[in-house]
């Protein structure tokens, strides 16, 4: 089946304005993840998803970071007033639940903010 | 302003040598580990993973050690392949749930 899908591939953005991105997570997956990953940096973890459950929001650096996830499915990635400091790719994986499951991870958004 | 780069640790290996990639991880609470491989371009792959009531666990051509003790985790590929070129991460949870908290990462380089 389809694995984790994310668009755009590449968002150029000028600082200061809002950019939305988006995730396609694995049909019949609960858990849904956003991590971000700066230039030659492992992923640092941004927000989670789980059923039905309040989001796990600890890992949002600032309030202009938020995030969705509608239906139990898609999620998107909110940055407003994008800062260039934001510049990473931002990475999206599900899972079947949370816990020990396999996290499978999209291809990733690169974000350069200009 | 001047950027700096970040530079990965890295590891060049001989096509055919086994490989072995270290990682120290931050909390000793943490009850579940895992090894990811990212290729350029591309999301983190899962390798392997194990859990804290394990020290060793393997897959295919891979076997990951766990030392609780000092807190270490260690990836060793047996054979390596041209292929296996990529940057490894470790992962930890150490609060129930799925959020990960990844290493650093390790470039492995495999000369033909």
């Known amino acids: 089946g389809a694995g984790v899908s994310q668009s755009p591939s590449n968002k150029v953005t000028e600082k200061g304005k809002d950019v939305e991105l988006r995730c396609d997570p694995i049909?019949?997956?609960?858990?849904l993840y956003w991590y971000r990953q700066s230039l030659g940096q492992g992923l640092e973890f941004l927000i989670y998803?789980?059923?039905?459950?309040?989001?796990?929001k600890s890992g949002l650096p600032s309030d202009r970071f938020s995030a969705e996830r509608t239906g139990g499915s898609v999620s998107t990635l909110t940055i407003q007033r994008t800062q260039q400091e934001d510049s990473a790719v931002y990475l999206c994986?599900?899972?079947?639940?949370?816990?020990?499951?396999?996290?499978?991870f999209g291809p990733g958004t690169r974000l350069t903010v200009t | 302003g001047e950027s700096v780069g970040l530079h990965l640790p890295t590891l060049s290996v001989q096509e055919g040598d086994n490989s072995i990639i270290n990682c120290a991880y931050s909390?000793?609470?943490?009850?579940?580990f895992i090894w990811y491989k990212q290729e350029s371009g591309k999301g983190p792959q899962f390798i392997i993973d194990i859990r804290s009531n394990m020290d060793k666990r393997q897959g295919q051509r891979v076997t990951v050690l766990l030392n609780k003790t000092v807190k270490h985790l260690s990836l060793q590929i047996a054979a390596t392949q041209p292929g296996d070129s990529a940057v490894y991460f470790c992962a930890e949870r150490y609060n129930q749930g799925g959020k990960l908290i990844f290493g650093q990462g390790t470039e492995l380089s495999v000369k033909p």
């Open positions: 049909s019949g997956h609960t858990a």
């Open positions: 909390n000793s609470a943490s009850d579940y």
């Open positions: 998803f789980q059923g039905n459950s309040a989001p796990d």
């Open positions: 994986a599900s899972s079947f639940s949370d816990g020990d499951y396999e996290q499978y």
